[in-house]
């Protein structure tokens, strides 16, 4: 009989939980941005594209540089809280553009999308490492499936949060999304920090 162990696991249930949510930050770029830019700005929907290449610039260069020390459990989910800090000030910052006049507004979102990229990297170099180290071994293709069903669900319901979030609510809504983030690199740190398996 098939033993599903990994789904046994409520650390690990809670881990997968906690990555899905911050995994919502992928949208931002694909949902979240377009629409801010196109209802609360002046800026072009053009402008979008711009963000993309940056983001994509800083990916490329930055992502060995920003994943090292990964090996090390605590240095992972540290790098994990990290991560959501930044993201929670890009929201700051993404929220703060509307209003403004079009250029000022223009590189306020090119800011954000330089810290909010921080924040991915770091996030992305911890939640590897935090879904390996928290899985038994010997069912670790079992526990692999699982944690990715918090990134499948945070694509598959993310959108409709996000744009309640954005479009609904605004700036309140940027907030609420970033201070989000934030509590689930907290919870996630101190997750790992009374795991059983790293207990002192």
Same mark, same amino acid.
């Given at each position: 009989?098939?033993?599903?162990?990994?789904?046994?696991?409520?650390?690990?249930?809670?881990?997968?939980?906690?990555?899905?949510?911050?995994?919502?930050?992928?949208?931002?770029?694909?949902?979240?941005?377009?629409?801010?830019?196109?209802?609360?700005?002046?800026?072009?929907?053009?402008?979008?594209?711009?963000?993309?290449?940056?983001?994509?610039?800083?990916? %490329?260069?930055?992502?060995?540089?920003?994943?090292?020390?990964?090996?090390?459990?605590?240095?992972?989910?540290?790098?994990?809280?990290?991560?959501?800090?930044?993201?929670?000030?890009?929201?700051?910052? *993404?929220?703060?553009?509307?209003?403004?006049?079009?250029?000022?507004?223009? %590189?306020?979102?090119?800011?954000?999308?330089?810290?909010?990229?921080?924040?991915?990297?770091?996030?992305?170099?911890?939640?590897?490492?935090?879904?390996?180290?928290?899985?038994?071994?010997?069912?670790?293709?079992?526990?692999?499936?699982? *944690?990715?069903?918090?990134?499948?669900?945070?694509? %598959?319901?993310?959108?409709?949060?996000?744009?309640?979030?954005?479009?609904?609510?605004?700036?309140?809504?940027?907030?609420?999304?970033?201070?989000?983030?934030?509590?689930?690199?907290?919870?996630?740190?101190?997750?790992?920090?009374?795991?059983?398996?790293?207990?002192?």
């Amino acid at each position: 009989p098939i033993s599903f162990v990994a789904f046994k696991d409520w650390r690990f249930l809670a881990a997968t939980i906690l990555n899905g949510v911050v995994s919502l930050h992928f949208l931002i770029q694909g949902v979240a941005l377009p629409l801010w830019i196109l209802h609360s700005t002046e800026v072009p929907t053009w402008w979008v594209s711009v963000l993309f290449v940056i983001n994509t610039v800083l990916v %490329t260069v930055l992502q060995i540089r920003m994943s090292r020390g990964t090996g090390d459990i605590m240095v992972s989910v540290k790098k994990f809280r990290l991560g959501t800090a930044y993201l929670l000030a890009s929201c700051l910052i *993404y929220s703060s553009s509307a209003g403004l006049p079009l250029w000022f507004s223009a %590189t306020v979102l090119a800011v954000g999308m330089v810290v909010h990229t921080l924040g991915e990297l770091y996030a992305a170099a911890g939640s590897w490492s935090i879904g390996f180290e928290l899985a038994v071994e010997k069912h670790m293709g079992q526990y692999q499936g699982v *944690y990715s069903l918090g990134w499948g669900l945070g694509g %598959t319901l993310g959108p409709v949060f996000i744009t309640a979030m954005v479009v609904g609510l605004g700036a309140l809504g940027w907030l609420v999304l970033g201070a989000t983030f934030l509590a689930s690199g907290i919870v996630m740190h101190a997750l790992v920090r009374r795991h059983p398996k790293f207990a002192d």
